[in-house]
């Protein structure tokens, strides 16, 4: 593996030491997992935020795309690539500024995605994003709304009202398209959402619908189909129960759905949580299955997202969840291939291998992977990060070490 590079030195470069190295002090392993996740998020994101808070995303990104792509690539991709990306990005965002070298570098990075929040609904803006388009823009809006859902007070209170009517305005126009029968129906949801969130006209048949199906499409054991037929792959991660968790809790929120269905879908994503820990083996890899596995660390966002609230299920500690997960960063974004030379993300898992990608799939779908950082929306003084390093489930496992058992669960 090729030794992560070509960071800006706002962190230090002990950041790269492994949080796991028993030699290491409890306390100090812990702050450097933190660093390493910090720095790592910057060198991905960087090219992305940089680009677009300069109107130069459009000139400047890869447009690789995976064997038969099919969509309308200039149309889809940039929307795709900074909508996905600040997503993952805006609890960490969220947090309060300080005069840290990573409070600085937040408060950096911040400025930079609401400028080009800015300008990507600034039709004069050479970075003017599509929403007017074709279908897929509809998927992607859906992560913008997450993000402002996240971090609402730093992310979209800040812009300006002409910037927040274009917000708007671009997100209705997204009603002329038809969702597919699967888990598109969650971004018509999200949209529909995030506009009653902020107390504008929403249509709550779209946010029962998707309420409703996908209560119907509810396989157990943690798992929902992704649609009438169940397909195995990591969509119950990289959007079913974040999206549906999330809309939900605006829902109840706005007295437009139940604490019931909510809760229900909490407890579920709990256990799907505890099975993908589970997942984890003890070298930091993971089975490379079914359908965007090039979304690489996205797959595991229901479990940073349940650490970020502090509601992991019961067993599973913080502390193997980041070990976990710092493991899971390594594997895949210190191979040889991963960037390219300028810094962008390739198609592949570990590495550049776009054999693997599906014929949706971009440069800009790769972003997605920020979404396995959202634990960064802890402190650092928050014991997901404080605590000293532990081993996770396959870890103890496969050293002979005592372990819950496991079981399936009917709710």
């Given at each position: 593996?090729?030794?992560l590079?070509?960071?800006?030195g706002?962190?230090?470069?002990?950041?790269?030491?492994?949080?796991?190295?028993?030699q290491?002090?409890?306390?100090?392993?812990?702050?450097?997992?933190?660093?390493?996740h910090?720095q790592l998020?910057?060198?991905i994101?960087?090219?992305?935020?940089?680009?677009?808070?300069?109107g130069?995303?459009?000139?400047?990104m890869?447009?690789e795309?995976?064997?038969?792509?099919?969509?309308?690539l200039?149309?889809?991709?940039?929307?795709e690539?900074?909508?996905?990306?600040?997503?993952?990005m805006?609890?960490?965002?969220?947090l309060?500024?300080?005069?840290?070298a990573?409070g600085?570098?937040?408060?950096?990075?911040?400025?930079q995605v609401?400028?080009?929040?800015?300008?990507?609904?600034?039709?004069?803006?050479?970075?003017y994003?599509?929403?007017?388009?074709?279908?897929?823009?509809?998927?992607d809006?859906?992560?913008?709304?997450?993000?402002?859902?996240r971090?609402p007070q730093?992310?979209?209170?800040?812009?300006?009202?002409?910037?927040?009517?274009?917000?708007?305005?671009?997100?209705?126009e997204?009603r002329?398209?038809?969702?597919?029968y699967?888990n598109w129906?969650?971004f018509?949801?999200m949209?529909?959402?995030?506009l009653?969130?902020?107390?504008?006209e929403?249509?709550?048949?779209r946010?029962?619908i998707a309420?409703?199906k996908?209560?119907?499409w509810?396989?157990?054991?943690?798992?929902?189909?992704?649609?009438?037929?169940f397909?195995?792959?990591?969509?119950?991660g990289?959007?079913?129960?974040?999206m549906f968790t999330e809309m939900?809790k605006?829902?109840?929120?706005?007295?437009?759905?139940?604490?019931?269905?909510y809760?229900?879908?909490?407890?579920?994503m709990?256990?799907?949580?505890?099975l993908?820990?589970r997942?984890?083996a003890?070298d930091?890899?993971y089975?490379?299955?079914?359908?965007?596995?090039?979304?690489?660390?996205?797959?595991?966002?229901?479990?940073?997202q349940?650490?970020?609230m502090h509601?992991?299920?019961?067993?599973v500690?913080?502390a193997?969840v980041?070990?976990?997960?710092t493991?899971?960063m390594k594997?895949?974004f210190e191979?040889?291939?991963?960037?390219?030379?300028?810094g962008?993300?390739?198609?592949?898992?570990?590495g550049?291998?776009?054999?693997?990608a599906?014929?949706?799939?971009?440069?800009?779908?790769?972003y997605i992977c920020?979404?396995?950082?959202?634990?960064?929306?802890?402190p650092?003084?928050d014991?997901?990060?404080?605590?000293?390093?532990?081993?996770?489930?396959?870890?103890?496992?496969?050293?002979?070490?005592?372990?819950?058992?496991?079981?399936?669960?009917t709710?």
């Amino acid at each position: 593996m090729a030794p992560l590079a070509g960071l800006a030195g706002m962190i230090p470069s002990a950041a790269f030491a492994s949080a796991t190295t028993t030699q290491e002090n409890n306390s100090t392993a812990a702050l450097t997992d933190r660093a390493y996740h910090v720095q790592l998020l910057q060198k991905i994101v960087t090219p992305v935020v940089d680009n677009m808070s300069k109107g130069t995303l459009k000139k400047n990104m890869p447009k690789e795309k995976g064997p038969g792509y099919g969509l309308a690539l200039e149309k889809v991709t940039y929307l795709e690539a900074f909508g996905r990306c600040i997503s993952g990005m805006a609890p960490w965002l969220a947090l309060p500024d300080d005069n840290t070298a990573e409070g600085r570098l937040r408060k950096q990075m911040r400025e930079q995605v609401l400028q080009g929040i800015v300008n990507g609904v600034n039709p004069a803006s050479p970075d003017y994003l599509n929403f007017r388009e074709e279908g897929q823009p509809l998927v992607d809006a859906a992560y913008l709304c997450q993000t402002f859902m996240r971090a609402p007070q730093a992310l979209w209170e800040p812009l300006d009202n002409k910037t927040k009517q274009n917000i708007v305005t671009e997100l209705k126009e997204l009603r002329r398209i038809r969702p597919a029968y699967n888990n598109w129906l969650l971004f018509v949801g999200m949209v529909e959402a995030f506009l009653l969130s902020i107390h504008e006209e929403y249509e709550p048949l779209r946010t029962m619908i998707a309420t409703q199906k996908m209560k119907e499409w509810y396989a157990g054991d943690g798992f929902y189909a992704d649609g009438p037929q169940f397909s195995l792959d990591y969509y119950n991660g990289y959007v079913i129960h974040p999206m549906f968790t999330e809309m939900l809790k605006v829902l109840m929120d706005n007295r437009q759905g139940t604490k019931a269905d909510y809760d229900q879908a909490m407890k579920r994503m709990q256990r799907f949580a505890e099975l993908q820990e589970r997942m984890i083996a003890p070298d930091g890899t993971y089975p490379a299955l079914g359908r965007s596995m090039t979304y690489r660390t996205a797959a595991f966002q229901p479990l940073v997202q349940l650490a970020l609230m502090h509601q992991l299920p019961e067993g599973v500690e913080p502390a193997q969840v980041r070990c976990a997960m710092t493991a899971i960063m390594k594997r895949i974004f210190e191979m040889e291939g991963t960037f390219d030379k300028q810094g962008w993300l390739q198609l592949g898992i570990a590495g550049h291998q776009p054999e693997v990608a599906d014929v949706y799939t971009s440069t800009g779908s790769l972003y997605i992977c920020t979404n396995g950082f959202l634990a960064l929306g802890l402190p650092a003084e928050d014991p997901f990060w404080s605590a000293p390093p532990a081993e996770w489930t396959a870890q103890k496992v496969w050293s002979g070490k005592p372990v819950k058992k496991d079981y399936h669960v009917t709710y």
